[in-house]
């Protein structure tokens, strides 16, 4: 589990702006209905995001931090994977998800983002520059949308995990070989789970794909440090707020 209950996301550098949030409910291209949260920003900067959570799926972290993308003017929406398996119910604390972690498909997850980007999309087809940005698995998944016929702008990974294979997807080292669009990767150096051979061998599959990417390591770092409680990893956070936004906007052609 990356987040808990708890956790909720730090601000970010550059404040003064406001969003606007709604629970929803999507439908992907197979029929399913999947619980998602959008946020809509009061002024539109021209670039949208689709939050990949971790595995436990839709909660108050993502919520929170959809938010706060529409703060800064980003159009902003995370969704829920469980819809085919657990029904798009709300997941509170008690939410067993590894059963449904177990049952996850990257086809599945592949018509779950195409749904959210239609749904964007549709807000104003004028400012179609999307990016994903995922957390743990969902960041595992982010990197390897990033091989996909999706039309992205770029795709931002926190902490992606290399060792859990994705059902339904080629090896995650072996796929950012294929990634054909800009990312921006960025890890805890003590993390426990992510070794730092697979952030160098990662970086250098970026580097033979031909892609600009930057992957980025914070020295004394965990997994989850992208959290405003651990306030020791502020500076962290922080940069990496930047970091995010910088690479966003340095994509997103100018109105």
């Known amino acids: 589990m990356c987040y808990d209950v708890q956790a909720r996301p730090p601000y970010p550098p550059i404040s003064g702006g406001a969003g606007e949030g709604e629970d929803l409910i999507l439908e992907a291209g197979d029929g399913t209905r999947f619980a998602a949260y959008y946020a809509a920003p009061s002024q539109d900067k021209g670039a949208q995001i689709i939050i990949l959570p971790d595995v ?33 119910t709300a997941r509170d604390d008690e939410f067993d998800y590894q059963p449904h972690v177990q049952q996850m498909q990257f086809p599945h997850v592949v018509a779950d983002v195409k749904a959210a980007r239609t749904f964007l999309s549709k807000q104003d087809p004028r400012k179609d520059v999307t990016f994903t ?11 390897l949308l990033g091989a996909e016929d999706l039309d992205l702008a770029g795709v931002i990974a926190f902490y992606s995990g290399f060792s859990r294979p994705v059902p339904g997807a080629e090896d995650t080292l072996q796929r950012s070989k294929k990634i054909h669009v800009p990312v921006l990767g960025l890890y805890g150096g003590t993390d426990q789970s992510i070794t730092a051979e697979q952030v ?13 990417h930057e992957v980025i390591t914070y020295p004394g770092a965990p997994h989850s440090f992208f959290d405003r409680r651990y306030k020791e990893h502020a500076d962290a956070s ?4 930047t970091r995010i936004l910088n690479f966003i906007n340095s994509l997103t052609p100018k109105a």
């Open 238 to 241: 922080a940069d990496a707020w």
């Open 133 to 143: 940005v995922g957390f743990c698995r969902g960041g595992t998944l982010s990197l």
């Open 200 to 212: 160098q061998e990662l970086d250098i599959n970026l580097d033979q794909a031909g892609v600009k």
């Open 56 to 88: 436990r799926g839709l909660h108050p972290f993502y919520k929170e931090l959809a938010l706060r993308f529409a703060e800064v003017g980003i159009r902003a929406i995370a969704i829920d994977y469980f819809g085919r398996t657990a029904g798009i």
